[in-house]
C-alpha cells in the first residue's frame, strides 16, 4: 500500500477522512499515465492526490485494495485517469453515501462512511465483483452529476465556469493545460492582465511548474520587484522603475495561476499575494510623485488618497452586499478593465514617460482616479437605492 499521510483541512467535530485513489488495470501495473508526469509537473494520480488532501483527506491510498481500519472514517474515493476540477472532490467530501457520475465518462468518486467501503471500487469500475458487504445497509447511493455537485458562479474568481472533467490522456496534456490555465483566472481584472498576460504568463507557469517553482518563491520576487520599484521611482529612474513594475505586475500574475494549476495554493501565499497587492500600489504613486519633484504634491495626494478612498468603497460595497461591486452588472466588470488600480495607471505613466513627459502621466493619472472615484460612489449609491427598493443585489454572473 502506498499512502501519503498529510494533513488536510479536517475541521474540529468532524470524523477523519481518508483519500483513496482507485487505480484502474494499467495503472495498477504501474504502466501508463500513472508514472508519467506530464500535466503541470506531476502525474494525474498526483493532482487526485493533491486535491484529496486538500478536501480534508488526513492519509490517500493508491491501491486495488481499499484501505483498512477506516470503520469511523469517512472514505473519498475518485477513479484513477482523470483529471478533475478540485471544486468537485470539495463539494462531493460533503455529502456521503454520493457518486459523482459523468455522463459520459460514467462514475469518477465515491464518498462513503467508512463501513461502506467494501462497496466503493464496484461503483467506480464497474466490476463484477460482489457488494455483499454494502448489502445490509439500508442508505440509497445518491447519484450527482458534476453540474448538479457544484455551482457553475465562483465568487472568488468572479466568474461562471462549469466544473471540469478531463480524461488524463497524455496526447490531449496541450488542450487540457489550456483549459485547467484558464480555468485559474478570475472573470474580470484589469485589461492588461486579462488580454497582455495570458500567453506569457501560461508560458512562464508551465515553466516553473515542470521545475517544481513553487508560488510563494514567485510571490516573494514579486515583492523583491515592488522595493525595488519604489527605489527607483523615488529617485526619479522612470524607465527603470516602470520596467521593474511591469516586471512585478507580470510575476503577480504567475504565482496565482501557478499556485491554483498545482493545488499548492495556502493561506500563507494568499496573505503575502493579497497583502502586497494591497499595499504597494500608493506606495509607488507617492514614490513617483516624490520622483518628480516639487510641484506635483496635489496629484500625489489626489492618487493616493483616491487609491485608499477606491479600496474603502470596493470594501463597503462587499461588506454590504456580500460580493465584490465589479461583479454586479457586465458595466461594472467592464470598468474593472480600466479603473484606477495598478496596471491602467502603470499604463498611463509608461505612455506619458516614453514621449518625455512623466509628468503628463502623472497627472492624468490623477484625472482618471476621480474619474474612477466617482463611478464607484455613483455605483455603490445605486446598489443601496435598489435594496431599498426591493430589487436584488446579487452578481449577474451568479444568475
Known sequence: MVV???????????????????????????GGDATSAWLWGMTPRERLRRSLVRAGCEAVCTTASPPSAVADAVVLAVRDGFVLDERLLLA??????????????GPLAVCAPGTRVGAIRPHLC????????????SEAWHERTPDALVPAYQPKLRKRAEP????????????IEADTFAASYKGSSDLVTLWVWPRPARA??????????????????SWVGAIVAFWLLWNGHFVAGLLVGWWMTFLDTVDGKLARVTLTSSRLGDVLDHG???????????????????????????IVGGYV???????????????????????????????ARRNPNLLLLSVGTAV????????????????????HSVRLLQAFVARRDGTPVVAWAAG
Do not use: K, Y
Not at 512623466?358 to 476621480?370: E, N, Q, R, S, Y
Open 92 to 105: 462531493l467530501s460533503e455529502r456521503p453515501n454520493t457518486v459523482l457520475v459523468h455522463p459520459a465518462h
Open 204 to 221: 512562464v507557469t508551465h515553466w516553473c511548474a515542470e521545475r517544481g517553482v513553487q508560488p510563494n518563491t514567485v510571490t516573494l520576487w
Open 126 to 137: 464497474e466490476t463484477a465483483d460482489d457488494a455483499s458487504e454494502d448489502a445490509a445497509s
Open 4 to 30: 501519503f499521510a498529510e494533513m488536510g483541512r479536517q475541521r474540529d467535530g468532524e470524523d477523519p477522512r481518508v483519500g483513496w485513489v482507485v487505480p484502474s488495470d494499467a495503472s495498477e501495473t504501474g
Open 164 to 175: 471540469f472533467v478531463f480524461p488524463a490522456e497524455p496526447e490531449h496534456r496541450a488542450a
Open 309 to 339: 478612498l477606491g479600496r474603502v468603497l470596493e470594501g463597503a460595497f462587499l461588506a454590504s452586499f456580500g460580493f465584490e461591486c465589479h461583479s454586479w452588472r457586465p458595466a461594472d466588470a467592464l470598468f474593472r478593465t480600466i479603473t
Open 356 to 375: 518625455g513627459r512623466p509628468d503628463l502621466g502623472f497627472t492624468l493619472v490623477a484625472a482618471w482616479t476621480l474619474c474612477s472615484l466617482a463611478f
Open 276 to 302: 502586497l497587492d494591497l499595499v504597494h500600489p500608493p506606495f509607488w504613486w507617492w514614490a513617483f510623485g516624490i520622483g518628480l519633484g516639487t510641484g506635483h504634491e496635489a496629484a500625489t495626494a489626489i
